[in-house]
């Protein structure tokens, strides 16, 4: 069964700084990694997906690595904004096809 | 291209009703997926459907059961409700088979109450 952990499970830091993220995961058999954005109350909005052949993909100030091997994925965000504030949630596709979720890593971006 | 759309967006039920939740998938996906996510935690699988054949399915007991139609929509029905079931729920749909690996790109969600 695979497990996703994510550390921190809450984060602030002051505006310009950049964020660190972390998730792991115990079933290193995956199809691909998608990092998700979710604010308060409403759905998931996906941010970067890694294909698990890739090492690490980026989008804009977003970055995100993937180890297989040691079943770690790291996302960063370079020079936060109060806009960046948010639950970032981390999911793995195993090979039957279903995501298997962290519980989020709450980011709180301080102007 | 259109997103994954839900409906309704808020839902007040009361405990032992059945309920119907409806999920239209983007444009161009053949898979659809449900999860329920409760207060502060990550999404829980529910169940996925390809093709209108459910073909996966998570740690939910038989009164939660799906639908999949020929245009990809999809409907998750639960039966006899219970307080425990207050989450929300999130459709996901995905383009699966021919090769690829794609992602899932998730719908805004319907939040039910159980009272």
């Known amino acids: 069964k695979q497990e996703v952990t994510q550390i921190p499970a809450a984060l602030s830091v002051p505006e310009g700084e950049n964020l660190v993220l972390n998730c792991s995961f115990t079933d290193s058999a995956i199809y691909n990694l998608q990092w998700f954005r979710q604010d308060p109350g409403k759905g998931l909005t996906s941010l970067l997906l890694i294909q698990s052949s890739q090492r690490e993909q980026t989008s804009g100030r977003l970055n995100a690595s993937l180890d297989k091997s040691s079943g770690r994925s790291t996302l960063y965000i370079a020079a936060s904004q109060p806009g960046d504030s948010a639950t970032y949630l981390c999911?793995?596709?195993?090979?039957?096809?279903?995501?298997?979720f962290g519980a989020g890593t709450t980011v709180t971006v301080r102007a | 291209e259109t997103g994954v759309t839900q409906s309704p967006t808020h839902l007040i039920k009361t405990r032992g009703q059945q309920v119907t939740l409806r999920c239209s998938s983007q444009?161009?996906?053949?898979?659809v997926s449900w999860y329920q996510q409760a207060l502060g935690q990550g999404p829980q699988f529910i169940f996925q459907?390809?093709?209108?054949?459910?073909?996966g399915r998570g740690n939910f007991p038989p009164r939660f059961s799906g639908l999949q139609f020929p245009n990809y929509s999809s409907e998750l029905n639960v039966n006899a409700l219970e307080l425990d079931d207050s989450a929300l729920y999130l459709c996901?749909?995905?383009?699966?088979?021919?090769?690829?690996?794609?992602?899932?790109?998730f719908g805004s969600g319907t939040r039910l109450t159980v009272v």
């Open positions: 999911a793995v596709r195993s090979n039957d096809y279903k995501l298997s």
């Open positions: 996901a749909s995905s383009l699966q088979g021919r090769g690829g690996n794609y992602g899932y790109t």
């Open positions: 444009s161009g996906h053949n898979t």
């Open positions: 459907y390809y093709r209108e054949e459910e073909n």
